[in-house]
């Protein structure tokens, strides 16, 4: 510390007083001391180190606007004071001026070219100004200069995690951690990186070390608790997720993990309970209340109904995060609404990522390479949807690989689908990028997405280009809302002109249904009798086995009215949890319907379930998300399905099934047509047995149920997507144009 020039007594009593400031400010009085500072400044306003260290302690105190005024006093001072600039570069980026803090860092730097600090702070400026590939050659010189550098290790790490080079991210924290370890929040960081390449148990093992250094490590609780659920270890999981509000009862993302652990184990009334406390806490946070009330649509709790609606599509029109794209498409018929939302997720969660970089053109070959991806080959409709088409491509054509990020159930139909494939590939514990590099290396040609925006969705694989044609196709009935989707699967019929605007892929026109099925269907079991179902022995019987959620407050006005027409009838509806079955019944008897009308038909085995069907005189289908695959289960039962058609993709889809049977009488274009229409039908058993008859014709006759026929038709639009790709042609809209069936 070296005084102002002056009175040699005057000099050594300042001299002492700043000696007194700097030991209050080594004890952390920081007050105390930047009073005995100014002190000295009041007399001699010059003084380079009280102006100096004033500065500094006022930036501990974290008033940095006075910080920037002292050290910037100081360096008039003394210019060429490396350390005076380095503070000043610190005080600059607290407040938020990054280009302003780099000129101050390059300045230190100018003047002690082995200033590893500012080295490694000028990057983490760099960083706020988004300048990533920047700011890491920053830290590489500091580490260079300063190979012991803890602290860049974990930035550098930082930074790697955000260029999407995870690998290299745990490279720098294992180095960091090597340095320093007892530092909790670098396996903190560590595991985050794990679980985003879901590598879970090494994350969950990462995330303990942590804990173990620093028991109230919030963060660590929660992002442990997300790796547990995935690891199905779910009682852990809620464990982790109440540690972690323990220490930090406000935490909105974790009562939202928490709601979304309790809403997968089906503990719904307590999920919402989770979900009101993140709403509370952060009301306007991204997807919190479309995901609450997709909770309460499974429960059939249709409380304030209308308004949580209204309020969420007003909010999709409005650009906010409401709503996961999947739980939208069951809250409204709007095109256009399902489009935004989707837009709003991909924007958070899955933008595109150019980082494998651009793929190279290769040579056009004889034989195609198909990739379907799927977290869905079980016993899971996908799956039984999708197996025939598989088993039928043309091998002398295409070469068909499964790419398996679902769960290995080995059940018949998991071990049916490996045997389908000409490479099946599981690829459960890759990330992303792994998966990407995979399909790359392998040379796919067309990539098919199985899964969209579905609950086991990978959709940042195909934001990196898995391949060069990439396919929305059969999971997800909407536009993905991505840029790197190229194609969509439809037909005419759920894919209207009138709507096509509102979906931002090339659309396929399948000539029957978009839809693939094939006769391998299992519907051998001896159909159970009546009481064995609980079905009144006479009566007629209206069934609909979708999903709860898809149950609408007017859909189920529309089947209360059906019922008081059809005297003795009742409504067979699917059994998914308890609350949902209370509560219906309670709906029903709210509207002169008696509770014993409605009955309920627990999970069973699949061909059991199949069998059933045979019980039910006619399916009524739900609106604006109509029966899908349980459509299709119906009609290859000889189950009628009474559709009403809605606007959108999801809401046409029976009507599509129905068009490709030729039984157009099933389907209606109003819900007071659709009730009369069923009523009609009720009540008119001649008519409704030979609409049965034709059904049970057409079922082995029609195109729905070729799988070969599906295969050769849409083999024709994956070679001329592939044709167009070779001719340097962007996608377009493909008109597949019909066969005739073997």
Not at 64 to 75: K, P, T
Not at 382 to 408: C, M, Q, W
Not at 687 to 701: C, M, N, V, Y
Not at 705 to 734: K, Q, V
């Amino acid at each position: 510390m070296t005084p102002e020039p002056g009175n040699t007594n005057d000099a050594a009593q300042i001299q002492a007083k700043v000696l007194e400031a700097w030991s209050l400010h080594q004890k952390e009085q920081l007050p105390q001391a930047l009073a005995a500072y100014q002190d000295v400044i009041k007399l001699q306003p010059r003084h380079f180190d009280a102006l100096h260290l004033a500065g500094i302690a006022s930036g501990q105190m974290r008033q940095f606007d006075q910080a920037v005024g002292l050290i910037r006093a100081a360096l008039e001072v003394d210019s060429t004071n490396d350390t005076a600039h380095f503070n000043l570069g610190n005080a600059l980026l607290a407040l938020k001026q990054p280009d302003a803090a780099i000129q101050s860092f390059d300045q230190a730097i100018r003047l002690n070219p082995t200033y590893a600090h500012a080295y490694n702070n000028r990057g983490n400026a760099l960083v706020a100004l988004k300048r990533l590939e920047d700011a890491l050659g920053s830290y590489d010189r500091a580490i260079a200069l300063k190979l012991n550098f803890a602290e860049a290790h974990v930035n550098r790490g930082n930074v790697l995690r955000d260029l999407k080079n995870p690998q290299a991210a745990i490279e720098s924290y294992d180095k960091a951690i090597e340095l320093n370890p007892d530092n909790a929040e670098i396996y903190n960081s560590r595991g985050q990186i794990l679980l985003a390449l879901r590598q879970y148990q090494a994350a969950v093992t990462s995330f303990d070390s942590g804990i173990q250094l620093k028991p109230d490590l919030a963060d660590a609780h929660n992002s442990r608790g997300m790796a547990l659920k995935e690891l199905k270890r779910n009682g852990e999981a809620l464990a982790s997720y109440d540690r972690a509000l323990q220490i930090k009862p406000d935490a909105a993302e974790v009562h939202y993990n928490r709601a979304a652990l309790l809403n997968e184990l089906k503990l719904y009334a307590a999920a919402l309970e989770s979900y009101d406390k993140a709403i509370g806490i952060s009301p306007a946070d991204a997807f919190f209340r479309g995901s609450r009330l997709h909770t309460k649509m499974q429960i059939c709790d249709w409380r304030d109904y209308d308004g949580e609606i209204t309020h969420l599509i007003n909010s999709v029109a409005r650009g906010e995060k409401v709503g996961a794209p999947f739980a939208v498409l069951t809250f409204t018929d709007s095109p256009e609404i399902h489009g935004k939302a989707a837009e709003i997720w991909v924007a958070k969660d899955c933008p595109l990522n150019p980082v494998l970089g651009p793929l190279p053109k290769r040579p056009h070959r004889a034989k195609i390479r198909l990739g379907y991806f799927s977290g869905d080959y079980r016993n899971h409709p996908i799956a039984l949807l999708v197996a025939g088409t598989i088993e039928a491509h043309d091998r002398n054509k295409f070469e068909v690989y499964g790419f398996s990020f679902g769960p290995d159930t080995q059940d018949g139909t998991r071990k049916r689908m490996e045997r389908a494939f000409d490479t099946f590939i599981d690829v459960r514990g890759r990330s992303d990028r792994e998966i990407a590099g995979q399909a790359r290396n392998l040379e796919i040609d067309i990539a098919i997405d199985l899964a969209g925006h579905t609950s086991q969705a990978r959709a940042p694989v195909f934001a990196m280009r898995a391949a060069p044609i990439q396919v929305n196709c059969l999971g997800y009935p909407g536009t993905m809302g991505t840029g790197y989707h190229d194609y969509l699967i439809g037909d005419r019929t759920v894919m209207p002109e009138g709507i096509r605007p509102h979906y931002l892929e090339s659309v396929v026109y399948m000539p029957h249904s978009y839809q693939p099925n094939d006769h391998a269907r299992v519907d051998s079991e001896p159909v159970p009798s009546h009481a064995e179902l609980g079905l009144p022995a006479k009566g007629f019987v209206f069934c609909c086995f979708n999903n709860n959620f898809k149950i609408t407050p007017d859909i189920f006005d529309i089947w209360m009215r059906i019922l008081k027409q059809v005297e003795g009838s009742v409504l067979w509806l699917f059994e998914d949890n308890p609350t949902a079955v209370a509560n219906l019944r309670a709906e029903a008897e709210r509207r002169g319907i008696a509770a014993k009308h409605l009955v309920f038909a627990p999970r069973a085995p699949h061909g059991a379930h199949m069998a059933r069907h045979r019980a039910a005189d006619l399916f009524l289908d739900t609106l604006p998300y109509n029966a899908h695959t349980t459509a299709a289960d119906a009609l290859w039962m000889g189950l009628p399905v009474l559709t009403c058609t809605g606007v959108a993709f999801a809401g046409r889809v029976a009507a599509s099934l129905l068009n490709a049977l030729d039984l157009p009488e099933l389907i209606t274009s109003s819900l007071d047509e659709y009730e009369a229409s069923a009523v009609a039908f009720a009540n008119n058993p001649s008519r409704l047995a030979a609409l049965k008859r034709r059904l049970s014709e057409r079922r082995l006759t029609s195109p729905l149920f070729n799988a070969e026929l599906y295969a050769r038709h849409i083999e024709e639009a994956f070679t001329r997507m592939y044709e167009r790709y070779h001719a340097g042609l962007p996608p377009e809209d493909i008109d597949v144009p019909a066969r005739r069936p073997r």
